[in-house]
């Protein structure tokens, strides 16, 4: 007996947004990456084509970090003090684009100076022609300070500016609409929160295919499952044709990861938690890759084998299967 | 397709006699039009409404039980596509594959550590749900053999694989048929296997190259009697696999189809690579797997594994939390500090964990928050200075702790000065933002 295969048919899909620009249009980036158009759930190509496929980040910092897992500076090594090297060995690693987040002090424990910030930029900017996310240190203030400087020094670069929060985006899409970048718009895990921050920056007049939403999730173990199941809603919504919610995704698995204790600490810990690297690696690429499946179009990582594992995830989940 | 409550209703006796536990022929119409009760629970109903109802009152998956000396592993009854649509209900069962052309000694060296395996998260002890034996030797003596060394690391429910049917029976003489699942029939063996099923009162797994093959197998091996079947669409890789199970699940609850109304069992291991063998464990368990055969075991895997099955199952309207008060850390005296967070079950944990394991005696001060994590709590309103405040009051924090250092989580720094107006007899000290980190700002800071 034949068997008709149950699809659905969604009324909305989701908005495609470009981040980076090559020189013809109007940046340095070697290549530009799209993501989003999805006309159907997460890799259901039975259903409609899988216009972009899903992209992987390396996150960098502009200094070496203080309080990342020695794992990840050890796999690392020397690029850390300096993000221009950073950003080419990252790019090595074979990743789509890189996310440089900026830290809040710089060594010696001083504020982080805007000129400091755009330095960091314009050298990772040199350094890779990836397309690139940059986030402030997340702190209000100092956010609008570092954000606006970068914005204006790289104008045309269409950069992914973070983090743009219900408290504090006005500066930041301001700056990003000046200057032909695009924003992160972020909100704890929650479904009516995203849409009403996504409402309140195109109310500003930012054109919606510059804006990727971030509805932050949990590690494993720590929640991933209330970030699992907001982002299963959210692309739910945005199918059923609520415009609001039709923006492509991006998820900072690594950053999550890398903090929990089974990343972070290899001594005095059970012993049923088993090999520390490899444990962290796993902790990273699964909450990624599960992140993935609930509809993430951006996942920012730390580590390189994550990366890898991720990828490949990415790019078996791409091939069309045939069902019979 | 699936009857309403009421047309339920017409059918039963309507005495309301009670003796299916509710109060009321209606209540329980409604409960079998919900699929949350079997018609079995009313003596009084009548043969034809009863051969009427059952198909009805399936549910749209077949639950499947495997049991073994006290252990249990169950998949199907799946009423959702989506977590939060409802909740998942039976996590998929983890198995662990060895092969009979391993040696009794590379058999007990890799079952040994996997069958004692357990580790805590959350105050819950997870581990593996049993074992998996396949011929490769095609030999029954062999495979009975390998069968018995199992069987003897392990009392846990067991999944025997072999296409030849002389080579189950072999294995099926070691144990018994109610913990055990035999994998599988296929279109050439069905007949053979489904009898050997029968005989031993085993789970079947039905393997076929495609959802229509499938279908006309299980129909056929149900008509023999066997009803307990898991299904394999034979698909190895995530876009096929992944394509497979949602169609499998949708068929099933969006069309009642009953062909395909079963339990999928899955193998990451034939990846052949841990590493793509943990990532597709990973897609299988949040996209309806319900028994999964992993080839590699150890811890690193297992752990991060077995935490994901419980957090993709956690019931998502009820956030797991532990109850509001004062908790004592490492025995801690009047002097000590007191340390605060929320209810949220995995934050209480962190936190506590933390503080245990560095030997620093604290109070800790779990505040109300309906079940929320600090930063999700705060956002929402229910961490803050006033509601803290009114807990330290509550939970006679005063009554116990002379010395009133507060240390609040790092996260939420902003209420530092509300609270000092809230509690102006209080030093509230601002401590780091994950729990991680407490330890260290503990010797720091407070000594």
């Known amino acids: ?324 | 397709m699936a009857l309403s409550g009421i047309q339920i209703y017409k059918m039963l006796p309507q005495t309301n006699c009670k003796d299916c536990g509710f109060p009321t022929c209606l209540a329980f119409a409604m409960k079998l039009a919900a699929k949350q009760v079997e018609l079995s629970q009313c003596p009084h109903v009548s043969e034809e409404s009863k051969e009427k109802l059952s198909e009805s009152a399936a549910p749209p998956i077949r639950l499947v039980a495997l049991s073994a000396n006290g252990h249990e592993v169950k998949a199907g009854n799946e009423t959702v596509l989506f977590r939060h649509e409802k909740t998942f209900y039976y996590k998929p069962g983890l198995f662990v594959r060895v092969r009979d052309d391993e040696t009794t000694d590379q058999i007990r060296e890799k079952l040994a550590p996997a069958e004692a395996y357990s580790v805590t998260y959350v105050g819950i002890e997870l581990a593996l749900d049993g074992f998996a034996v396949e011929s490769v030797s095609n030999d029954p003596s062999a495979f009975a053999k390998a069968v018995e060394v199992v069987h003897a690391v392990s009392e846990k429910p067991l999944i025997l694989i072999s296409d030849e049917p002389d080579v189950i029976a072999a294995g099926l003489e070691v144990v018994d048929g109610k913990g055990t699942m035999v994998y599988a029939a296929n279109s050439e063996n069905w007949q053979q296997m489904a009898a050997l099923a029968k005989e031993h009162g085993t789970s079947l797994a039905v393997v076929a190259p495609s959802l229509e093959e499938l279908s006309t197998l299980t129909d056929k091996i149900k008509a023999q009697g066997v009803e307990d079947l898991v299904i394999d669409p034979g698909a190895r890789d995530f876009s096929t696999s992944l394509a497979y199970a949602t169609q499998i699940r949708r068929l099933a609850l969006k069309k009642n189809y009953r062909p395909l109304g079963y339990p999928l069992i899955v193998f990451p291991g034939d990846a052949g690579d841990p590493a793509q063998e943990s990532m597709l464990t990973a897609q299988a368990i949040a996209k309806y797997a319900g028994f999964i055969v992993l080839d590699h075991f150890n811890p690193e895997t297992v752990y991060p594994l077995l935490v994901l099955r419980e957090n993709i199952y956690t019931d998502p309207q009820k956030p797991i939390q532990v109850q509001p008060g004062l908790y004592e850390l490492n025995s801690p005296s009047p002097e000590d500090p007191l340390l605060v967070t929320t209810n949220f079950s995995i934050t209480y944990f962190s936190v506590a964990n933390e503080v245990e394991g560095s030997g620093l005696p604290a109070w800790l001060l779990v505040t109300d928050a309906e079940g929320m994590s600090v930063l999700t709590a705060w956002a929402a309103g229910k961490f803050d200075a006033e509601r803290i405040a009114k807990d330290v009051k509550r939970f006679g924090v005063v009554d116990k702790v002379n010395n009133k250092r507060m240390v609040i989580p790092g996260h939420v720094a902003v209420i530092s000065g509300e609270l000092e107006e809230e509690l102006p007899e209080w030093e509230i000290r601002v401590g780091p933002r994950e729990a991680v980190d407490l330890p260290a700002f503990m010797k720091q800071v407070l000594l």
């Open chain 1, 1 to 324: 007996m034949p068997i008709e295969l149950v699809k659905d048919s969604w009324p909305g899909s989701v908005r495609t947004v470009t981040i980076g620009a090559t020189p013809e249009e109007g940046g340095t980036r070697s290549r530009s990456v799209t993501v989003g158009g999805e006309k159907a759930l997460p890799f259901m190509h039975f259903e409609a084509e899988v216009q972009n496929k899903p992209v992987v980040a390396i996150e960098i910092k502009d200094r070496r970090p203080d309080d990342w897992s020695p794992l990840l500076l050890e796999t690392w090594g020397e690029v850390v003090d300096d993000p221009a090297a950073w950003a080419k060995a990252a790019e090595e690693a074979g990743v789509d684009l890189l996310q440089l987040s900026l830290s809040a002090t710089d060594r010696d424990g001083n504020e982080t100076t805007p000129e400091a910030a755009v330095a960091a930029v314009k050298a990772v900017l040199e350094a890779s022609g990836l397309p690139l996310i940059v986030f402030g240190p997340g702190q209000a203030e100092l956010d609008n300070a570092l954000l606006v400087p970068i914005a204006d020094a790289t104008k045309g670069e269409r950069i992914l500016l973070g983090i743009c929060e219900d408290k504090n985006y006005r500066t930041i899409v301001a700056a990003a609409m000046a200057n032909d970048h695009l924003v992160n718009a972020r909100t704890p895990m929650d479904v009516n929160l995203a849409k009403q921050l996504n409402i309140l920056i195109s109310d500003m007049n930012m054109p919606l295919d510059r804006i990727v939403m971030d509805p932050t999730t949990g590690a494993l173990g720590y929640g991933i499952e209330y970030g699992y199941s907001a982002m299963e809603r959210l692309r739910l919504a945005a199918l059923q044709g609520d415009a609001m919610t039709q923006l492509p995704m991006l998820v900072t698995p690594g950053f999550e990861a890398w903090k929990t204790k089974e990343s972070k600490v290899g001594d005095d810990v059970p012993e049923e938690w088993g090999d520390w690297m490899e444990r962290a690696i796993n902790w990273e690429s699964l909450t990624a890759i599960t992140l993935l499946e609930s509809g993430a179009d951006i996942l920012v990582l730390r580590h390189p084998e994550s990366v890898r594992r991720v990828k490949k995830a990415i790019d078996d989940l791409m091939a069309v299967p045939e069902l019979a």
